[in-house]
């Protein structure tokens, strides 16, 4: 159990465009998903806090606008990195939250998506 | 500021030994996990500690949380190529977010 996906899994864009990536809960519903950032030989960085239904809680130097958030539904959470440029080329990977009792709370992470803008 | 330190940053040794990787904060954690992660795949979850001086162990490998709750420790015993990969430990401190720590790159050579 609790499987994420993301998809693509990789993508190759010119300066400019906007790319969206999807992570979805395969089976189970996560009312709160998060989205990090991991540049190469490096940890991972919180970008946001996604919760189902209202607006993303963006860590400090997250440019909101740039990087947008969306948590429709119990399921699915999606980033849209709009005019990409190189230097967002980044892998992106989400994680949904399970809670487990009232203090253990997991969080599984999705396959990661490799973004390249030329 | 990063509030999780892991030694060492990189490990390479050779198949059958042991190793013991660290995480390490000033700060006091309610909780704290152990991933995997490969590369181009997200990170696997190995562990969670909750309990100061807590002790898992997951086959070859044994995890220690801090009586302090403010450390960790993997232990891996009998090290195999498998066991290669980028270790990361990542703690709550009370609200919903995973601070991640520094990592520890282990290389185990065949």
């Known amino acids: 159990g609790a499987v994420v996906s993301q998809h693509p899994s990789r993508v190759i864009c010119k300066s400019g465009t906007s790319v969206k990536i999807e992570c979805r809960s395969l089976?189970?519903?996560?009312?709160?998903m998060f989205w990090y950032r991991q540049f190469p030989k490096q940890s991972l960085m919180l970008m946001a806090t996604?919760?189902?239904?209202?607006?993303?809680?963006?860590e400090q130097g997250v440019e909101k606008d740039k990087f947008l958030i969306n948590h429709a539904s119990l399921t699915l959470s999606t980033l849209t990195v709009a005019s990409a440029h190189p230097e967002d080329s980044s892998f992106y990977i989400c994680?949904?939250?399970?809670?487990?009792?009232?203090?253990?709370?997991?969080?599984?992470f999705g396959p990661g998506t490799r973004l390249l803008v030329l | 500021t990063q509030l999780l330190e892991q030694s060492p940053q990189f490990l390479s040794i050779q198949e059958g030994e042991n190793l013991t990787v660290y995480c390490n904060s000033s700060?006091?954690?309610?909780?704290l996990q152990w991933y995997r992660q490969e590369p181009g795949e997200g990170p696997v979850l190995l562990v969670t500690?909750?309990?100061?001086?807590e002790v898992k162990k997951l086959k070859r490998l044994t995890f220690q949380f801090g009586d302090a709750r403010k450390d960790s420790s993997l232990h891996i015993t009998a090290a195999q190529p498998g066991d290669t990969g980028l270790y990361l430990c990542?703690?709550?401190?009370?609200?919903?977010?995973?601070?991640f720590g520094t990592g520890t790159r282990l290389t185990i050579i065949p």
């Open positions: 994680s949904a939250r399970v809670r487990r009792g009232s203090y253990q709370e997991t969080q599984y």
């Open positions: 700060s006091v954690f309610s909780s």
């Open positions: 990542a703690g709550t401190q009370g609200n919903e977010k995973l601070t």
């Open positions: 996604s919760n189902e239904g209202s607006k993303a809680t963006y």
């Open positions: 089976d189970f519903q996560a009312t709160t």
């Open positions: 500690v909750v309990t100061g001086g």
